[in-house]
């Protein structure tokens, strides 16, 4: 999908994590675009930096160097509190270990967001019915995460993410904690946001079957760079 | 965050931890409790003090003398070198001055006279006399707080030939015995009936006063006499006898002037007392000598209020009289009483510091549990100003909380104090009294102090809460 201002652009970022005397580089020099309304997967073993990436991408998370620029405005000139307002409206999180508020019902998790935002409450009950219809959980909107498989407690994870209308998703492992069965449900929600709203999605797995099905692109990171980039033929 | 969101938030986290935030709220609850306890008794201490001193309007009086005649000990180490041609007599025309200065009620002069009294308990019957001791009551003290609970009715007019008996005086006069202290006693109907609209018949002497004979004016006129001014004829004594209607009855003696050393049982409306010429066993030495205008030995002055006393004394100081108020006695009162209220209000504070360690504590704690959720929330796009807030919110919750079950715990805990208190007064034989009061700007302010003690205590976790790192928080199970 070509687009003239690419949605995610780092360059040369990089994270280093200082232990004592040494320094981990979590994330070492990765440079790396997304292109609007692209799904990309981000692959690599256990402890190659994608989370790391991830949350740098997120803003939750400051580099120790290099840039990141998001839909061409650079993350390192915000303040924390624009770096908070760009979590809120222009990215949405989903986890592996899905982070849902558990004293809180379905319908309070996809508020939440909401209220930070400072949406009215009438504007808040329509948009967590369109949110929690999205992703088919309109009849659970009542019950506490713990009363939820893990695959509907990851579809009001997504619902969360969407409540605000962000234009990027990312989804750190996002089938990580669930069956094969219901994980293939998720990624049919996610690549459904993708192809229907047109919303950018950055994924990571490690799962290279689920990366090679639904992934327009595949980036490989490995000690925090980029080892190799590939475009799977998408299988519909 | 929107206030109602950040309050709702607030709430719900601090009923997930319902025990834990329960507890810690009795804690600031105990201390505000403290605090309410400690100065509602001091509070209730110093009322009870000035309403026992300004019970019949102490303070709103002044007692002016004249220089010449009765120097304070404070005006004779003041005004030492003061000049005789400066004092002033104290005589109608200073009497009229005087109540012309602004926020001047009334100048009258204090009466006080012995006299014999004779009553017949039935009509008809035999009289009894009595000797007592009779003060003229201005009519304007008819607001004193003494006539509360007046039985029967005050005189009517300033001139009335109506007199107001002390209740003790009263059964006296009936033959009944005195009733035990603790009981508030008041006569029953029959005696009141027995009594009210009977009339008592006053043995007195009369100061009668001649005309001046210049001769004997000049003779008199002597430097070294501060009196030779006020020359005057020489002044016979006459007895005389009167009879006073007996209007109502009093429990406590109002207040007439300020050298009520000994008590008056019976009152006579000054004004007609004034024009009874009695002779005063104070001013025995103008009885004995001549003199032609009238002169007082003392003025009893009524202001509008005690905020009034102190300007007003200065200008009749101005005039060239001395004074004296309750107020500069009362000086020494009110600065224990702030002493009191600051002791008690510190060993009250005391408890709610240690309560504002259970709040630190209690949010500490919640940081802890609940780095996660902080760690969510702030993914999901809260600020740090928003974690802030909301910490500091619930610090607030509590310190609210507390604060109105503390000033209810407080209230009661003062009950309590006061009726076991006046358990043991009543043991004692003594009037019960209210020891304890709860004015207003104390529930204000010990709301206020709950909520600002817990904000302070809430702004070191809030903003450790709102420094935690999202990532760090989110890493992992
Ligand atoms: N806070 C930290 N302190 C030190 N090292 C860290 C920290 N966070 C991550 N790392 C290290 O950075 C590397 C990348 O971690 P991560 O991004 O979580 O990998 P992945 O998500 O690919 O499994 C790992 O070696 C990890 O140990
Ligand atoms: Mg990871």
Redesign the interface.
């Known amino acids: 999908m070509p687009s003239v201002q690419p949605a995610i652009e780092t360059h040369a970022v990089t994270r280093h994590y200082r232990m004592g005397r040494s320094v981990i580089p979590a994330v070492d020099g990765v440079d790396l675009t997304v292109g609007a309304g692209e799904f990309a997967a981000l692959l690599g073993q256990s402890g190659s930096g994608k989370s790391t990436l991830m949350?740098l991408i997120?803003g939750?998370?400051r580099p120790t160097g290099g840039s990141i620029v998001i839909l061409g405005t650079d993350l390192a000139k915000m303040s924390?509190?624009e770096l908070?307002?760009y979590?809120?409206?222009t990215v949405?999180?989903v986890?592996q270990?899905f982070?849902?508020?558990s004293?809180m019902t379905v319908a309070e998790n996809v508020e939440?967001?909401m209220?930070?935002?400072?949406v009215s409450s009438a504007e808040r009950k329509t948009r967590v019915q369109e949110a929690v219809g999205k992703v088919g959980l309109l009849p659970r909107l009542g019950h506490r995460p713990s009363e939820l498989s893990g695959g509907e407690q990851q579809r009001t994870a997504i619902a969360?993410?969407l409540v605000?209308r962000p234009q990027i998703l990312l989804a750190d492992e996002p089938t990580g904690n669930l069956d094969s069965r219901t994980g293939t449900e998720i990624m049919d929600l996610l690549r459904e946001l993708n192809a229907k709203f047109g919303m950018t999605v950055v994924m990571v797995t490690h799962e290279r079957p689920l990366a090679e099905r639904y992934a327009q692109r595949m980036i490989f990171l490995g000690d925090g760079k980029v080892l190799s980039e590939s475009r799977p033929e998408v299988t519909a | 965050m929107k206030a109602y969101d950040l309050i709702d938030l607030a709430s719900r986290n601090l009923r997930e931890a319902f025990l834990r935030n329960s507890l810690t709220t009795v804690g600031i609850s105990v201390g505000v409790a403290s605090l309410v306890a400690m100065l509602s008794l001091g509070a209730g201490l110093q009322k009870l003090a000035s309403r026992q001193l300004g019970r019949s309007g102490l303070f709103d009086s002044i007692v002016v003398s004249s220089r010449l005649d009765w120097r304070s000990q404070d005006d004779r180490r003041e005004n030492r070198s003061f000049q005789s041609g400066e004092t002033k007599t104290l005589d109608d025309t200073a009497r009229a001055a005087i109540g012309k200065i602004p926020n001047v009620l009334d100048v009258y002069p204090d009466i006080r006279f012995n006299a014999e009294l004779r009553f017949a308990k039935v009509p008809g019957g035999q009289e009894r006399p009595h000797y007592n001791l009779i003060a003229g009551l201005p009519a304007m003290s008819r607001a004193s707080e003494v006539f509360d609970d007046l039985q029967g009715s005050f005189y009517s007019g300033d001139m009335a030939e109506e007199a107001i008996v002390v209740g003790e005086f009263a059964r006296e006069l009936l033959q009944i015995p005195d009733a035990k202290p603790s009981e508030k006693a008041k006569l029953t109907e029959d005696q009141l009936k027995a009594l009210l609209g009977k009339e008592i018949t006053l043995s007195y002497l009369e100061r009668q006063v001649q005309a001046p004979q210049p001769a004997q004016m000049e003779k008199s006129a002597d430097l070294d006499s501060p009196f030779s001014a006020l020359g005057g004829g020489p002044a016979s004594l006459v007895p005389r006898s009167r009879k006073f209607k007996i209007v109502g009855v009093v429990e406590s003696e109002p207040y007439g002037g300020m050298r009520a050393a000994s008590r008056a049982r019976l009152f006579i409306p000054t004004k007609l007392a004034e024009s009874m010429n009695v002779v005063q066993p104070t001013d025995l030495r103008t009885a004995l000598r001549p003199s032609q205008g009238k002169t007082y030995l003392t003025l009893v002055v009524r202001v509008k209020n005690s905020a009034q006393v102190k300007p007003v004394q200065e200008a009749i100081k101005q005039m060239g009289f001395s004074t004296y108020s309750i107020l500069d006695a009362s000086q020494g009162l009110t600065r224990f009483f702030t002493i009191l209220d600051l002791f008690l209000g510190i060993f009250g504070s005391l408890a709610l510091a240690v309560a504002s360690l259970g709040i630190v504590n209690t949010l500490v704690m919640a940081i802890l549990e609940r780095r996660r959720e902080i760690g969510i929330m702030k993914a999901i796009g809260a600020s740090d100003a928003d974690v802030k807030l909301l910490f500091f919110v619930e610090a607030g919750v509590m310190g609210a909380a507390g604060g109105v079950f503390g000033i209810a715990l407080g209230w009661l805990i003062g009950k309590a104090i006061n009726l076991g208190a006046n358990i043991y007064m009543r043991s004692q034989e003594l009037p019960t009294e209210n020891f304890w009061f709860v004015p207003w700007w104390l529930i204000a302010g010990a709301f206020a102090f709950s909520v600002i003690v817990s904000l302070i205590s809430g702004l070191y976790p809030a903003s450790r809460a709102a420094r935690l790192d999202p990532v760090q928080a989110l890493r992992h199970d």
């Not at chain 1, 209220?115 to 400072?118: C, D, H, K, V």
């Open positions: 949350n997120a939750l998370d924390s509190e908070a307002r979590r809120r409206f949405g999180m986890f270990s982070n849902l508020i004293t939440l967001p209220r930070f935002a400072e969360r993410a605000n």
